[in-house]
Each structure stands twice: as C-alpha cells, then as structure tokens.
C-alpha cells in the first residue's frame, strides 16, 4: 500500500534541543495532519492544517502546509521527555463523499536527558 | 467525553479461523475508518463508513469486510485467518465524512495470528 516518505526515519536528541521532520509526496493532498504514536497505542492527533502555505502551532509544536501540497513539516521545539514516540504524517484527499488517510512511514523520537 | 473504544485489546487466532473486531466511536461521530498497523506496510487504510454507509475502501482482500450499525458503533471481519493477517488494527471516528477532519483514534485491538 502507499505510505508517504518521512524522515529523519528515527532521531535521537538532548533534552532541549529542537526537532524537525518532513513528509513528502508524489501526490497533492488538501489536508494534512500530524500524530504522534506511544506504545501499545492509536495515534493521537497533534496538528491539522487544511490551506497550502498554512502554519498552524500547537504549544511547542509547529506544522506548515507546503506550498506545492505535497509536503509538509513538523517542527519541536525545546523537546522534553515525554515526547518520545514515532510521529506521523498523514495526507488527506476528499472525494466530497468520503475521504481516508495516507500516513507516512513515521519518525522515531528518542530524547536522552 | 469517552473516546473511541475498540474490543478486544488483544486476540489470538488460528490461521483459517474468523475474527470479527468491534469499534465504538466517539459519541456524535458518525464516521468510522478501520486501518491495519504492521512494521512492515504501516498504518494502511482498510474501510470507511458513515451512516452505515462504506464510502471508501482500500487495497485489501475480500476476506477483510465491515458493517456499521444505526448506533454508529462498527464491526471489521477478516475470514479464513492467514499469518500477515497479524497487525494493530484501529479505528478511527470522526464526526463527519467527505471533509478532511481530524480522525480520533482508539488503542487498537492487537491480532496475533498462529
């Protein structure tokens, strides 16, 4: 099936240091989202954005639309502990009737003290 | 507000048998999509209902169904069991369909298959 690239495919960072990662596509898509995964877990939604060009903060998190529609960035900063977990993208097109997701491939967060 | 509720957490079947997977959605959701979760394929989409309605399927065999019922609550079956069966399968809830919202996810149900 079809999973969007992402990368870095895992991160291993200092407590306080900012963390960037990326999603791209061959695809246009109209909305894209980002979760964030624990073990044994669903993802839980971080940030949606839903216009190209879109910049769109949840605390110290920060998500762009890219301008092209076919990628987008998730940016943290400060991390702390508790953000270790494997954070995905997810691509979203709307038929008006119906619409799914396409998730990236996932980043692995690990944040050493 | 209780979230997405799937059952059971975890199963353990036979390859040929049948297992049926039972998702609850958020109360008001009326749109529920299943997605299976390996290490392999990752999250891939199964199936979308709205209105006991599938609106939208994904690249899976026949064997993988669903239903949705008047309550919203949903059902996902997957007959004659093989061993890549085995994944996290979870479902996904979101008060309505056709618009790119963000989808709520429950923990999963964890299918093993032997």
């Known amino acids: 099936g079809q999973q969007l690239n992402q990368s870095p495919q895992s991160m291993f960072i200092q407590e306080g240091e900012d963390v960037s990662m990326n999603c791209t596509s061959s695809?246009?898509?109209?909305?894209w989202l980002w979760y964030k995964q624990d073990p044994g877990e669903g993802p839980v939604l971080l940030i949606a954005?839903?216009?190209?060009?879109e910049l769109t903060s949840n605390g110290r998190l920060t998500a762009q639309f890219g301008i092209t529609r076919k990628d987008s960035f998730l940016n943290i900063s400060a991390s702390i502990p508790s953000d270790v977990g494997i954070y995905f993208c997810?691509?979203?097109?709307?038929?008006?009737?119906?619409?799914?997701?396409?998730f990236g491939t996932g980043t692995r967060l690990q944040v050493t003290l | 507000k209780a979230g997405v509720t799937q059952t059971p957490r975890y199963l353990i079947k036979t390859r040929g048998q049948q297992v049926t997977l039972s998702c609850s959605p958020i109360s008001g959701h009326r749109s529920v999509s299943w997605y299976q979760q390996t290490p392999g394929q990752g999250l891939q989409f199964l199936f979308e209902?709205?209105?006991?309605?599938?609106?939208n399927k994904g690249n899976f065999p026949g064997r993988f169904s669903g239903r949705q019922f008047s309550n919203s609550r949903s059902e996902m079956n997957v007959s004659t069991l093989e061993l890549g069966d085995s994944a996290l399968y979870l479902c996904?809830?979101?008060?309505?369909?056709?618009?790119?919202?963000?989808?709520?996810f429950g923990s999963g149900t964890r299918l093993t298959v032997v």
């Open positions: 954005l839903y216009k190209a060009g």
């Open positions: 695809s246009i898509f109209n909305t």
């Open positions: 996904a809830s979101s008060s309505r369909t056709g618009g790119n919202y963000g989808y709520t």
């Open positions: 997810a691509g979203a097109i709307s038929t008006g009737t119906a619409s799914k997701l396409t």
């Open positions: 209902y709205f209105s006991e309605t599938q609106r």
